[in-house]
Structures are given as C-alpha cells and as structure tokens.
C-alpha cells in the first residue's frame, strides 16, 4: 500500500524549532521530488519546501519560511525532513508531505496539482 506519513507536529513557543517527518511505505522516496504543504484554518493549501529526486536534490522554499526551514532527505531511512526554526504563529497549520507524480524529476516545484500523494497531515501550533 503506498502511503506517506507525517509525525513531529505539536505545539511550540514563537521562536522554537520543530522537525516533522514524513515516512513512505511502498515508494522510495529518493524516486521522487517530495514536498511539504501546509494549509491554515481558513486558508489554502500552500507549498512550503520541496526536494527533487536524488541525484539532482534541488529545493525550493517559499519566500514566507526563505531562511527558517530546511528540507531534507535521508534516503537510507526512507524519511524526508522538514526543519522548521524560529516558528512565527502564522506558521500555524497542518502540515502535509506528498509525492510528485513524476519520478526523478531533477527539479521541484511548489505546484499542487504536481503532487498526487499525500500524507493525512499533522497539526503544528505556535502560539505563547
């Protein structure tokens, strides 16, 4: 069963750091470009980072996290990284990984509709 799955979330204090993880059973993910989204009560879903197939490992951010969240991947645990340092409250959203539909795509991009799997998402709160 193909399936990706999320984990690290929580509630953090303005300033603090969190890393979400997200798993794959049934994909290698170093096959595909993965990418986080995030969608806030009320709000779009956004794209946050993406990282390219391995080999190439290209990112991109959003201008909103440029400089706060890392995105990575560590193939032999089959696990993609999202690094989130000094959180603001309006990252406050649940988050999600999903998988480009083309494998070994050498670039990324944030675009929804490239992405056609996706985790359940995980909750991250900033707030005091």
């Known amino acids: 069963q193909l399936q990706l799955v999320e984990s690290g979330g929580g509630l953090v204090q303005p300033g603090g750091s969190l890393r979400l993880s997200c798993a794959a059973s049934?994909?290698?993910?170093?096959?595909?470009?993965i990418g986080w989204f995030r969608q806030a009560p009320g709000k779009e879903r956004e794209g946050v980072s993406c990282i390219s197939a391995s080999g190439a490992n290209m990112t991109k951010d959003a201008e909103s996290v440029k400089g706060r969240f890392t995105i990575s991947r560590d193939s032999a645990k089959n696990v993609v990284y999202l690094q989130m340092n000094q959180l603001k409250p309006e990252d406050t959203a649940v988050y999600y990984c999903?998988?480009?539909?083309?494998?070994?795509?050498?670039?990324?991009?944030?675009?929804?509709?490239?992405?056609?799997?996706w985790g359940q998402g995980i909750e991250v709160t900033v707030s005091s």
């Open positions: 999903a998988r480009d539909w083309r494998p070994y795509g050498p670039t990324c991009a944030l675009t929804k509709a490239r992405y056609n799997l």
């Open positions: 049934g994909i290698t993910l170093e096959s595909y470009t």
